[in-house]
């Protein structure tokens, strides 16, 4: 397999061994925003972490707080947008909550990076791992410094459904280098190579799964550096799932 590392990373290459992700595509599937259409199948647990948000003067808050000032109902499947009263799930438009809104398809660093020192304990694997990015990232090729090599980038795509993503491999605690500035963008899709867990943070999701075994998903659920909550792989996560708080 023909690797270089790539000129920024250091710490990780890319690679055209994509069928290290061959297992994954018959693991997927369900209804549209189903959990399973975006972290695997067959997995004993799983979780939802949801993105951070912040109060109006910065504080970290937790979605169940915002649910909480706003008269809603904090639960797994909540989305943001019902959460704040708007009926718009793209613009948020007419929000009541007065701080930022959570980023789409991307985990800020510090909740990562301590997502990536729990899962260092939940594999046998946690110095060879595979991270995915999204092919559509501007900065991949763009402006005067790309990310990557012309090489590098001619390197074949892993193509999973609606979805096609540059390969990365190396150790677990690489990740810290990909949400660094200037870039500071979360793998799209990560798992280490005994499959012991998968993650993904899809780019039209304002939260991250993690799918694993009981025992990971109990510590995900426990630690106070997330605001995670229990999902199934045929729950949704599309923007009329929250029928609790549904918006007239």
């Not at 290459?13 to 061959?22: L, N, P």
């Not at 718009?88 to 009541?96: R, Y």
């Not at 999973?160 to 990740?175: I, K, M």
Request: aromatic share 8%.
């Amino acid at each position: 397999m023909r690797e270089t590392v790539a000129v920024w990373l250091k710490d990780l290459v890319v690679g055209d061994d994509v069928s290290r992700a061959a297992w994954i595509g018959p693991l997927l599937g369900g209804e549209f925003g189903a959990v399973g259409r975006t972290v695997p199948r067959g997995y004993g647990a799983y979780a939802r972490i949801c993105h951070p948000t912040a109060d109006r003067d910065g504080w970290p808050t937790k979605w169940s707080e915002v649910a909480a000032a706003t008269g809603r109902r904090a639960h797994p499947l909540m989305q943001w947008h019902s959460l704040v009263g708007s009926s718009d799930p793209v613009n948020i438009a007419g929000s009541t909550w007065p701080g930022p809104n959570p980023q789409r398809g991307n985990l800020q660093p510090d909740v990562l990076i301590a997502l990536c020192e729990l899962l260092d304990v939940h594999t046998a694997t946690p110095e060879d791992c595979c991270f995915c990015l999204w092919e559509g990232y501007g900065w991949l090729d763009g402006g005067p410094a790309p990310a990557f090599t012309a090489e590098e980038l001619s390197r074949p795509r892993l193509e999973l459904p609606h979805r096609s993503y540059l390969l990365l491999t190396g150790a677990l605690a690489a990740a810290s280098k990909i949400v660094r500035p200037p870039f500071r963008q979360s793998p799209n899709l990560f798992w280490a190579a005994d499959r012991a867990w998968c993650a993904a943070t899809e780019l039209d999701f304002d939260s991250t799964l993690v799918a694993g075994t009981a025992e990971l998903i109990d510590a995900i659920l426990k630690s106070p550096a997330f605001d995670a909550w229990p999902v199934q792989p045929d729950d949704s996560l599309a923007a009329d799932a929250d029928t609790i708080n549904a918006i007239a």
